[in-house]
């Protein structure tokens, strides 16, 4: 209870100080950390400058040629070792997460318990990184596929996940043998700076980890554009909106690098009338309304049938009259502060597009916290139909509600955007849950029956397709974006026949 008194830059600067971050780095310089829960600066950072980038790719190119010969299992060691160290920081971390992006206190500690799972994740990939064996069509031969590493990975993220999107990264591309460049987002430095110092110690632990396996960047898009351009990194990931992947995606193929791209989402729930109602609305609640409608997976369009339209929408107007808004620190609040001016501004002119086209709004009142903090109720808006501005991502928790009387017409209106991340059914008939989920379903990344179309977990890979960019990250066979592949041929015997019956006789 102390510390909620506390502003929320003297409570960062203590926490910043546990977590071991050298405050030299915190003062001096022209770039301003700011505490969305009251607009008020924190600390002053200072930009990386162009010579320091090519320091990091040079180092990061020769730290690539050590670490790909340590042993797999041993790189895994390292990743532990990080797992460890958030573990033991996870308190800390999560309220930094707090501070610096705005989410409530059990959706920071989330963030880095997902960094955590990841580590654990990548420690045990790091001795299944398995390539395949093939029949070969001649004989006395072998054919099998072996997985390299590819070198260094730049990673670009974006102020929502400021910790998490990292470890994604970073964690299979340590135990894939590659080093990590890091650009994060200029609104979110000072976690990266305490993740930074979270490695540095896993690093010394570890005693063998080359130097310049893992830099950070700081700075706006010119220093993100450096490492978008530079032959040196042939993995670029990038997350963030639609409209940076669409300049990013040309400049990494231009240099046939490869981009994993992880952007904008516009996420749709379809509620038909068979559903649990109870749980839909704690389901749609949570991922309409969390992270103050700030994830990129944040349901943002509810299509709700006819029959159940008036009594479920009654009972979200509810849900969303009753919910706390206020500085994230407090107990019984949900939803925090939009992560600064241009946020809220987004938001208040989506909401006045969407009355202009015929929607009604529920919610979106400025609420007055502290300070400059942006705060807003949850808006719930009645949309007659898929206008424009839905068909649009607005960062800030937007609710459109559309009626449909027909699964068919659901799934199509869903479908009809540019956007592919993240979707769900609510129903408990069978037939309508499968068609959901198959080839003339959903087109998302994430299709999902029964929960909302946000809060991943790392085993499955994340992403989603069309203007969301196409890249996968965490589970599954995520890793190999992280490696190049080569398939090998071998021949034991004493003869040479070709492929395909091929003679050539010398
Ligand atoms: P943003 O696009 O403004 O910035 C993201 C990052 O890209 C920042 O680090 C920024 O400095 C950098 N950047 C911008 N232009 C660049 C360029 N031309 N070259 C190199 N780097 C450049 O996004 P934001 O406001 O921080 O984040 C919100 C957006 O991110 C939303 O659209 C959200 O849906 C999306 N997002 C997507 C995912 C996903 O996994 N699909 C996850 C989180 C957030």
Redo the contacts with the bound molecule.
Sequence with gaps: ETETRLSPADDARAVLARLGVDPARLSGGDRIARSPLDGAEIARLTDTTPAEAEAAIAGAAEAFKAWRLVPAPERGRLVALLGEELRAAKEDLGRLVTLEAGKVPAEGLGEVQEMIDICDFAVGLSRQLHGLTIATERPDHRMMETWHPIGPVGV??????PVA?WSWNAALAFVCGDPVIW??????LLTALAVTALFEKAARRHGKVPAGLASLLI???????K??DDRRVPVIS????????R??GP?VAERFGRAI?????NNAAILQPSADLELALRGIAFAAMGTAG?????LRRLFLHGSIYDGFVTRLKAAYASVKVGDPREAGVLVGPL?DAD?ARAMDAALEAARAAGGTVHGGEVVEVMGQGQYRRPALVEMPAQADIVRH?T?APILYVLRHDDLAEAIAAQNDVPQG?ASSIFTNDLRDAERFLSAAGSDCGIANVNIGPSGAEIGGA???EKE??G?R?AGSDAWKAYMRRATNTINYGSTLPLAQGVTFDI
Excluded: D, H
């Design positions: 670009i993220t974006a102020f929502n996940f999107v650009k994060p987002s200029e609104k979110t700075g706006g898009r010119e220093i993100g554009e490492l978008v990038a997350t963030g909106s639609t409209a940076m992947g300049k990013v400049r791209l992880e952007l904008g989402g700030q994830r990129c997976t944040t992560i946020a991502e960062f991340l994340f992403g989603g969301t960019g890249g990250e």
